[in-house]
């Protein structure tokens, strides 16, 4: 099993900024593709921004230019800096990782979730 486990989340202020961490423990032999999703309330969950093994990044358009993905693969951790955050950043993110486990199995996992609130 992988288990993610995502800190940081918490109220901040319209042009604020937050750092979401997410860390990956459990039987993992290497990770591919980590990735922070988000869910507001009556909307689908979306792809916030992601990152590969080599380094190689994807930005939701919303997003670009204010949000910054990270990882460290010595720790199997992603990070998410955010700065400027608008209100319409209100959501529920999620972590995400995809992972071959010890016995070779491709595996998807999410977190479960930190709240960021962006409000005056």
Request: net charge positive; with cysteine.
């Amino acid at each position: 099993q992988v288990q993610l486990v995502e800190s940081g989340g918490g109220l901040v202020q319209p042009g604020g900024s937050l750092r979401l961490t997410c860390a990956a423990s459990g039987s993992i032999a290497s990770i591919n593709t980590m990735g922070w999703y988000r869910q507001a309330p009556g909307k689908e969950r979306e792809l916030v921004a992601s990152i590969n093994s080599g380094g190689s990044t994807n930005y939701a358009d919303s997003v670009k230019g204010r949000f910054t993905i990270s990882r460290d693969n010595a720790k199997n951790t992603v990070s998410l800096q955010m700065i400027s955050l608008k209100p319409e950043d209100t959501a529920v993110y999620y972590c995400r990782c995809t992972a071959v486990n010890v016995i070779g199995m491709i595996v998807n996992n999410w977190g479960r979730g930190t709240q960021v609130t962006v409000s005056s």
